[in-house]
């Protein structure tokens, strides 16, 4: 897992919500959980109990279930759509998404998503007060997200870049790039 530095300590990147992290099939401890629990539910041994501790917890990995309205429900799924995308086209652009970016550009979804949920409910209602409303939170998440792309380029600007396809080509060259051929 890719781990960020920050003030001498090490934290491991949030995931993009909406992706779950991929199983590793040649993980050491994956084995030991194939039968290691028995009738009653519990750990047959401690090699077992000890792959169960290092697999990643839930909270970590998977975003946040919320309760939302059935008529919502169209637009929380658009919501998470636009934030991983926009995640990363961000992290595309600029080398990474930092905590602040991410909660920048998670403010901006759940804006641009509930005026969009305005948006309906005054086209249903023919509420001129909630397209007023609906206009108001996409122009607010507009401006999370642009305050979000600023924050990531000037991240970005101070972020050491590694050109990794230079820096094979050199390992290659030199003669340090062995990786199992011939």
């Given at each position: 897992?890719?781990?960020?530095?920050?003030?001498?300590?090490?934290?491991?990147?949030?995931?993009?919500?909406?992706?779950?992290?991929?199983?590793?099939?040649?993980?050491?401890?994956?084995?030991?959980?194939?039968?290691?629990?028995?009738?009653?539910?519990?750990?047959?041994?401690?090699?077992?109990?000890?792959?169960?501790?290092?697999?990643?917890?839930?909270?970590?990995?998977?975003?946040?279930?919320?309760?939302?309205?059935?008529?919502?429900?169209?637009?929380?799924?658009?919501?998470?759509?636009?934030?991983?995308?926009?995640?990363?086209?961000?992290?595309?652009?600029?080398?990474?998404?930092?905590?602040?970016?991410?909660?920048?550009?998670?403010?901006?979804?759940?804006?641009?998503?509930?005026?969009?949920?305005?948006?309906?409910?005054?086209?249903?209602?023919?509420?001129?007060?909630?397209?007023?409303?609906?206009?108001?939170?996409?122009?607010?998440?507009?401006?999370?997200?642009?305050?979000?792309?600023?924050?990531?380029v000037l991240e970005g600007q101070t972020?050491?870049?590694?050109?990794?396809?230079?820096?094979?080509?050199?390992?290659?060259?030199?003669?340090?790039?062995?990786?199992g051929e011939g």
């Open positions: 897992m890719p781990v960020q530095k920050s003030h001498g300590k090490h934290y491991p990147f949030a995931p993009v919500e909406g992706e779950l992290p991929q199983p590793n099939a040649g993980a050491a401890g994956a084995a030991p959980l194939a039968d290691g629990r028995d009738g009653k539910g519990r750990l047959r041994s401690s090699a077992a109990a000890s792959a169960l501790a290092k697999l990643p917890r839930r909270s970590k990995y998977l975003p946040r279930t919320y309760a939302c309205d059935p008529r919502f429900e169209p637009f929380n799924r658009s919501r998470v759509e636009w934030l991983a995308k926009r995640r990363g086209e961000v992290c595309d652009a600029t080398g990474a998404v930092s905590h602040g970016v991410g909660a920048m550009l998670n403010a901006a979804a759940w804006s641009y998503a509930a005026g969009e949920f305005l948006s309906a409910l005054a086209a249903e209602r023919g509420d001129p007060e909630l397209f007023k409303q609906a206009a108001s939170l996409t122009t607010t998440a507009r401006g999370h997200d642009r305050m979000a792309w600023e924050l990531a972020r050491p870049r590694v050109d990794r396809i230079a820096q094979l080509q050199a390992e290659l060259s030199s003669g340090g790039g062995d990786h």
